[in-house]
C-alpha cells in the first residue's frame, strides 16, 4: 500500500507559477513510476505529468509542455511539479498518483492521492 498527499495548491493569477508537491509513505517509492493528473468541474480527469521511478524519463500532455515540469526525490519520497505561465484553463483539482507502470492513462494507475486544488485568476 501507497499512501499519497499531496500540497501546494492555491489561487494564483495567470502567468504566475506554483509548484506542488506529493508526498508518499508505505512501499518503496522508487519503485513506482509517478504521476501529476487533473480534473476540472464537469470534465474528465486527465494526465498532466508523468516521471519513471528513478527519475530517468519524464512526459507531458501537450497542453503544458515547456510549461510544467515533474521531478521527484526519492530520498524524500516525494514527487513534484513545477507550474510556470498558469493559464486559468489550468485551474482544477490536482491528484498525484503511483503505478507500477508509467501510464498517461488514469485507469493504470494504482494509488491516489485525495488532490489539492488550483485555481487561476485571469
Known amino acids: 500500500q501507497v499512501q499519497l498527499v499531496e500540497s501546494g495548491g492555491g489561487l494564483v493569477q495567470a502567468g504566475g507559477s506554483l509548484r506542488l508537491s506529493c508526498s508518499a509513505s508505505?512501499?518503496?517509492?522508487?519503485?513506482?513510476?509517478m504521476g501529476w493528473f487533473r480534473q476540472a468541474p464537469g470534465k474528465e480527469r486527465e494526465f498532466v505529468a508523468g516521471?519513471?521511478?528513478?527519475?530517468?524519463?519524464?512526459y507531458y500532455a501537450d497542453s503544458v509542455k515547456g510549461r510544467f515540469t515533474i521531478s521527484r526525490d526519492n530520498a524524500k519520497n516525494t514527487v513534484y511539479l513545477q507550474m510556470n505561465s498558469l493559464k486559468p484553463e489550468d485551474t482544477a483539482v490536482y491528484y498525484c498518483a503511483a503505478g507500477e507502470l508509467a501510464s498517461t492513462s488514469p485507469l493504470l494507475m494504482k494509488y491516489w492521492g485525495k488532490g489539492t486544488l488550483v485555481t487561476v485568476s485571469s
Open positions: 508505505g512501499r518503496t517509492f522508487s519503485n513506482y513510476a
Open positions: 516521471i519513471s521511478g528513478k527519475g530517468g524519463s519524464t
